[in-house]
């Protein structure tokens, strides 16, 4: 969606505005014994909506959320129009310490009913945005109990708690496109209250988390802080990781924010592609970032699959095409332009047995292996469709990686070492994302 330039704001054409930032101090950790040493969301997929979801609980009393999971976003952000009830809940004050470091030009002074979380004056405003939508409005920026269970499997618990968790309050028109059911949104971004850097300064551990995106609607998770990356049947995954840099867009790619922020969203350093082992040719100035944030690669879980600038596409399943020759084609199914027969198409360990595709990022020795599980996409009419979509000829971003090839790879977002270790598909080592064993 087009964004329109201010002298000291950007702002989607969907969005209210109004503008603020605001920073709070870390809340500490109310568990004994030094707080612990990572804590998890549990992950799955909406088939309606190819979505990623996932539960906590917030409030007093505590109260479960459902909300999708979102690798942008400046913070968590919660409806808190429809049904939000707690005793524990406390603004951010204008004119706080705090709002002053978010060199806030503005302040909830305007409401007249009666004191709630959406109902705050003197209280600083945030900018909630739906990424699925692209629609955003003005919210308050207030803290609250949140708890997250500190083991994954067999079953959750016990929970981590984090007494004045900073989020902003969304509108319940907000929540329209997201999966049935889904309240809020869960930031993982690389912003300072997102839940990565939060949870860090919470509880006193190391400001990484590790994603694990499932298929369908089999079990992932999202592990935040120090945890062995360990999966059944005995799978460590720890010492196995292939780094690259994580880049950092000059320019926000957010809906609203003002003239000079970054992007907090997560890039990385795409030198090439190759399919079947061999190069595609490329116009590589769409693969760096120009000084007005626009080009390279970026990862999102709002995003079902992976979208390539119009020249990048067009070579992409050319190429695809040219190495799958011999399988029979079916009619083309949108979104998805290149599609085959399904029942002509091999199986093996690691999805559909086609041609694997290669993210080459700073070195050709450092490439991010896709295979058929995480490049084809099953249709209902039979067909199997390489998964890429055309986004044009002038978007944004010149890829967007996508919740689909994501799936079943264990993800590694380190920020304090700014880099991103990756497994590519899990299936090759015998083990999925829903195997995923802590505590």
């Known amino acids: 969606m087009a964004r329109r330039m201010f002298p000291h704001l950007v702002v989607a054409s969907t969005a209210l505005l109004l503008v603020v930032f605001a920073l709070v101090s870390p809340c500490r950790a109310a568990t004994s014994g030094g707080g612990p040493s990572a804590v998890l969301l549990p992950a799955s997929k909406d088939d309606a909506t190819q979505q990623y979801v996932t539960m906590f609980r917030q409030r007093t009393p505590q109260a479960p959320v459902k909300a999708v999971l979102d690798l942008g ?35 909830a002074t305007t409401c007249n009913g009666a004191p709630s979380p959406a109902c705050l004056n003197d209280t600083c405003g945030g900018f909630p945005e739906n990424t699925v939508t692209r629609v ?56 300072r209250f997102a839940l990565p850097t939060q949870l860090a300064s919470t509880f006193r551990f190391s400001r990484k988390f590790a994603l694990c ?41 957010a809906g609203v924010s003002t003239k000079g922020d970054k992007s907090n969203e997560y890039f990385i350093g795409l030198t090439g592609i190759k399919v ?19 080009g390279g690669t970026k990862l999102s879980t709002v995003s079902p699959y992976t979208v390539l600038e119009t020249s990048i596409h067009k070579a992409v399943t050319d190429a695809f095409a040219a190495e799958t020759a011999s399988i029979p084609r ?13 029942s002509k198409v091999g199986s093996t360990r690691v999805g559909p047995a086609v041609p694997t595709i290669e993210l080459v990022l700073q070195s050709e020795s450092t490439s991010w292996v896709v295979f058929g ?37 264990l993800l590694e977002f380190d920020l304090e070492k700014s880099q991103l270790g990756f497994s590519s598909s899990l299936l090759f080592r015998q083990t999925n994302c829903n195997n995923f064993r802590l505590g």
């Not at 369908?216 to 196995?240: C, E, M, N, R």
């Not at 079916?330 to 399904?342: E, I, T």
Request: aromatic residues 6%.
């Open 330 to 342: 079916a009619p083309a199914v949108a979104p998805f332009k290149l599609c085959y027969d399904g």
């Open 213 to 253: 995106l499932p298929p369908a609607s089999a079990g992932g998770g999202v592990i935040f802080g120090d945890a062995p990356y360990v999966f059944q049947p005995g799978v460590d995954l720890s010492k196995s990781l292939i780094y690259t840099p994580l880049l950092v867009n000059p320019v926000s790619t």
């Open 276 to 294: 079947n082992g061999r190069a595609v040719p490329l116009n590589t100035v769409l693969l760096a970032i120009n000084k007005k944030g626009v």
């Open 373 to 409: 599980a995480n490049s084809m996409v099953a249709t209902k009419g039979g067909a199997l469709c390489l998964g890429v979509v055309d986004g044009g000829d002038a978007p944004e971003t010149s890829v967007v990686i996508g919740g689909h090839m994501m799936e079943d790879n």
């Open 73 to 107: 976003n400046a913070m968590l952000w919660v409806d808190c129009e429809a049904g939000y009830v707690s005793s524990s809940y406390a603004r951010v004050p204008c004119g706080s310490k705090q709002c002053r470091l978010a060199n806030s030009p503005s302040c």
């Open 136 to 191: 955003s409005t003005g919210g308050n920026i207030i803290t609250d109990v949140l708890s997250l269970p500190t083991t994954f499997r067999p079953s959750p618990g016990p929970v981590a708690t984090a007494p004045a968790f900073v989020f902003t309050c969304g509108a319940t028109f907000l929540t329209e496109g997201l999966a049935a059911g889904a309240t809020g949104m869960v930031s993982l971004s690389r912003a």
